[in-house]
């Protein structure tokens, strides 16, 4: 496990390699993987722009006096969260200080893969069969989604790079259902990043699951109309919100969390949203999270009218809006918990190869593992292998073999999803 530890910018010493600064590495010049500080000039950018870093003992020196550590996580989630209630601020939840998790990963990925494919099967069976009967106008029983949700929670809380990987498998014709899974798989791996408790994860995910059961609701000739809606039609999907929070009061016995999430995850921080033009801190938590993580599952999957952009650029667009339509603090938990090259991203290294990301969680962010599947001269590899970037691996060269740019999925034919097959996965991982 990577070891972090804080040091005062006035203690850096030659040696020591950052991993993480007092401030996002977007508003600072240096680069996302972290870095060596190999020179009295690099030490000195470091002190022009921070306070304070953390630095990787295991990479790079270790600071002679003890200095304290990056762990955090204080106790006691609000009891008023179970009731509906909602937490205003971070501050409010056991949140991992400089994001040290508070759940350490039990299963590795290889060993978590079968699990995690399992469950996205039935999680896509379950969500289709729930969007099915709602359309036919029968109530929900909601017991086989919180068994669903249970146990994607456990697969996430072990390790959740293996059912973000899964995640990866994005078909137009399936997307309302396959969304609403991703939806739920990215928001319990955001929720345990942030360290919340398994109860609250359930109401989390359980929300995130059926965040858009109202569009069953919704003509399908308007819900699947390529192009354009005009007003009036966007008028009707804008309903699904309402209709969403309707279907689940009657009967289902879920709890206002659920409900909440459901009737705001549309709203947005500069009251722009819908129904209710909710702004800022006027939108429970929940709400804000499933915001962020629905729009980052729709920017980064294929629709009828347009092609999914790269996890990367997704990323880079939702932070520079961080601030108008979300919560801005939100959304960097939200990249430091998928990485920086989320799993999935379409990579180019040093060498000209081009592989997918397959897992680059907060605890490896700044090595992430990439599956090639191209070499050098972009034909083929027979036998796709994966690389450990962790690992230091170089090339026939003798030069470090990295990650050199981030393509847009689908680059030299390219997809994600190619990649997913569980002999596949289970043969070559
Ligand atoms: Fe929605």
Same mark, same amino acid.
């Given at each position: 496990m990577v070891d972090k530890?804080?040091?005062e910018c006035a203690e850096l010493k030659l040696g020591m390699y950052v991993c993480e600064l007092d401030r996002p590495w977007l508003e600072t010049p240096f680069p996302f993987q972290g870095f060596a500080l190999d020179s009295m000039e690099s030490i000195e950018a470091v002190r022009r722009?921070?306070?304070?870093?953390?630095?990787?003992?295991?990479?790079?020196?270790?600071?002679?006096?003890p200095a304290r550590t990056a762990a955090g996580g204080a106790s006691g989630w609000s009891a008023e969260v179970r009731g509906g209630a909602r937490p205003q601020t971070l501050a409010s939840l056991p949140i991992a200080a400089a994001g040290r998790p508070v759940y350490p990963r039990r299963t590795d990925f290889e060993a978590e893969l079968a699990r995690a494919h399992t469950l996205q099967t039935e999680g896509r069976a379950l969500i289709g069969?729930?969007?099915?009967?709602?359309? =036919?106008?029968?109530? =929900?029983?909601?017991?086989d989604a919180r068994a669903v949700v249970r146990s994607l929670t456990e697969s996430i809380l072990a390790n959740p790079d293996a059912l973000l990987w899964m995640m990866q498998l994005k078909r137009r014709d399936e997307y309302t259902s396959l969304h609403c899974l991703n939806v739920c798989i990215l *928001?319990?791996?955001?929720?345990?990043?942030? /360290?919340?408790?398994?109860?609250?994860?359930?109401? $989390?995910?359980? /929300?995130? =699951? $059926? +965040?858009?059961?109202?569009?069953?609701?919704?003509? $399908?000739?308007?819900l699947n109309k390529p192009g354009r809606l005009e007003p009036q039609e966007f008028?009707?999907?804008?309903? +699904?919100?309402?209709?969403?929070?309707?279907?689940?009061?009657?009967? *289902?016995?879920?709890?206002?969390?659920?409900?909440?999430?459901?009737?705001?995850?549309?709203?947005?921080?500069? /009251?722009?949203?819908?129904p209710r033009r909710l702004s800022g801190d006027e939108i429970s938590l929940f709400s804000r999270m499933v915001a962020i993580v629905d729009v980052y599952d729709a920017v980064t999957s294929d629709r009828v009218y347009h092609k999914a952009a *790269?996890?990367?650029?997704?990323? /880079?667009?939702?932070?520079? +809006?961080?601030?108008?339509?979300?919560?801005?603090?939100?959304?960097?938990?939200?990249?430091?918990?998928?990485?920086?090259?989320?799993?999935? *991203?379409?990579?180019e290294m040093t060498s000209g190869a081009v592989g997918v990301v397959i897992d680059a969680s907060p605890e490896r962010r700044l090595r992430p593992r990439v599956l090639m599947v191209l070499n050098p001269d972009k034909e083929p590899i027979e036998q796709p292998?994966?690389?450990?970037?962790?690992?230091?691996p170089v090339d026939a060269a003798g030069r470090t073999f990295d990650v050199r740019l981030v393509l847009e999925p689908g680059s030299y034919g390219v997809h994600p999803a190619d990649y997913l097959s569980g002999e596949f996965t289970a043969a070559e991982l």
């Open positions: 530890v804080r040091v722009v921070c306070d304070y870093v953390f630095v990787d003992t295991e990479l790079g020196i270790a600071p002679r006096r069969q729930v969007f099915r009967d709602v359309r =036919l106008g029968k109530s =929900l029983d909601p017991g *928001s319990l791996a955001f929720g345990r990043h942030l /360290g919340l408790p398994r109860e609250a994860l359930h109401e $989390l995910g359980l /929300g995130a =699951l $059926l +965040h858009d059961i109202g569009k069953m609701r919704v003509p $399908l000739e308007i008028a009707v999907i804008q309903t +699904h919100t309402g209709e969403g929070r309707e279907i689940l009061r009657v009967n *289902s016995g879920l709890g206002n969390a659920v409900l909440d999430i459901v009737y705001g995850h549309h709203e947005r921080r500069d /009251g722009s949203g819908y *790269s996890p990367v650029a997704t990323l /880079g667009w939702m932070y520079e +809006h961080r601030a108008e339509l979300f919560d801005p603090g939100l959304v960097e938990s939200f990249i430091q918990s998928l990485g920086i090259f989320p799993a999935g *991203s379409v990579v292998r994966v690389i450990d970037l962790a690992e230091r």
